[in-house]
């Protein structure tokens, strides 16, 4: 954020509606999201528009909505203190998206490994929406002049293209400190969160095996046999960082009793360094069952009553409008439309 900028401090973050969410995302967002409502005005995102840069159900696509809803208030996000809302209902995306299309150059694009990575040998038959996601993910976090954005690794470069639009619409159109230059937000740890399966991987809602993730659904029985299954090797429970280093499906079951249980890895190291992994998985299903199960019950109360879901969405979505409206309204005067 450039030192000359004057707004306020405003926190945006976004989740896809596609897959059901998981401990990952618990521990690396949604719980982070609840402390963050108590320290800075928060904007919290459902980005169903970039949901559809690749094919989706429409019959699923609002359930789906509906379900990242519910695990934000059922994380402890309050609607009366941070805002919750579907992007698609929020028209200053889209428009302020158009308007920093023609402020980007596509060189810088053309530089976004996520495409790459995403499109993979289909770049030619991708959609032009997944080409310019970034492109909507900053007017996403500039529609609020957003000031941080917590980030995982996978999205620094995205955010570093937002700070890049910013700051050349500044320049382009002599706004100066107009938008600010989001900065990251990461905050303590849990941030990263591996596949029971293969600790070299992410916890991720399209892997192929639901046994390589706790979703947020899944009941206390599906959570301890999915932690008695994950993945270890043929030692024991290593007792010091040294012993952990190399040893990375280990190492993450380590990482995850850590956070659940808000200890550090030092500690639960102390207590079970040495013994054999029965024991082990035993006392860390329990610290998750416990943990997990009043944000489940109160998610699955959410997704039983759509209605409730809907007036909360609705309000939320008036609420975000009546920031980022004006916004863009300033956009539109500043760029030189007539009428504007």
């Known amino acids: 954020m450039s030192e000359d900028y004057k707004g306020p401090n405003r926190v945006f973050s976004g989740v896809q509606p596609s897959g059901s969410l998981h401990l990952g995302n618990y521990l690396g967002a949604l719980k982070k999201f609840a402390k963050l409502q108590h320290e800075h005005d928060c904007v919290f995102c459902i980005v169903d528009l970039h949901a559809i840069t690749v094919p989706q159900d429409p019959k699923l696509l609002a359930d789906q909505t509906r379900e990242i809803a519910a695990a934000y208030l059922a994380a402890g996000v309050d609607p009366k203190k941070a805002i919750v809302y579907?992007?698609?209902?929020?028209?200053?995306?889209?428009?302020?998206?158009?308007?920093?299309?023609?402020?980007?150059?596509?060189g810088w694009l053309n530089r976004m490994t996520q495409f790459k990575d995403k499109a993979g040998k289909n770049a030619e038959s991708a959609s032009v929406g997944l080409y310019t996601y970034p492109v909507l993910q900053a007017a996403d976090i500039l529609a609020f002049k957003g000031t941080h954005v917590p980030v995982g690794e996978d999205q620094k470069q995205h955010l570093e293209l937002s700070r890049d639009i910013a700051q050349k619409f500044n320049n382009d159109f002599d706004a100066p400190n107009f938008f600010?230059?989001?900065?990251?937000?990461?905050k303590g740890p849990g941030a990263k969160v591996m596949s029971l399966r293969d600790g070299t991987k992410k916890m991720s809602?399209?892997?192929?095996?639901?046994?390589?993730?706790?979703?947020?659904?899944?009941?206390?029985?599906?959570?301890?046999?999915?932690?008695?299954?994950?993945?270890?090797?043929?030692?024991?429970?290593?007792?010091?960082?040294?012993?952990?280093?190399?040893?990375?499906?280990?190492?993450?079951?380590?990482?995850?009793?850590?956070?659940?249980?808000?200890?550090?890895?030092?500690?639960?190291?102390?207590e079970h360094g040495g013994g054999q992994f029965g024991p082990f998985k035993a006392a860390l299903a329990e610290v998750a069952v416990e943990t997990l199960r009043p944000v489940t019950e109160l998610m699955n109360r959410y997704l039983a009553a759509p209605d409730e879901l809907d007036a909360i969405l609705k309000k939320a979505g008036d609420d975000a409008a009546e920031i980022a409206d004006p916004i863009v309204a300033d956009v539109r005067r500043i760029i030189g439309f007539r009428g504007a």
Request: charged share 25%.
């Open 86 to 106: 579907a992007q698609s209902s929020v028209r200053a995306h889209t428009e302020l998206a158009w308007y920093f299309n023609c402020v980007a150059r596509t």
């Open 180 to 186: 600010p230059l989001p900065e990251p937000l990461i």
């Open 205 to 270: 809602k399209s892997d192929p095996s639901d046994a390589s993730r706790i979703n947020l659904t899944d009941t206390p029985d599906q959570i301890a046999k999915k932690i008695r299954k994950a993945k270890t090797d043929t030692g024991a429970v290593p007792a010091t960082v040294e012993e952990m280093e190399g040893r990375p499906d280990i190492a993450n079951l380590i990482g995850i009793y850590a956070a659940l249980s808000e200890r550090s890895e030092v500690d639960i190291m102390t």
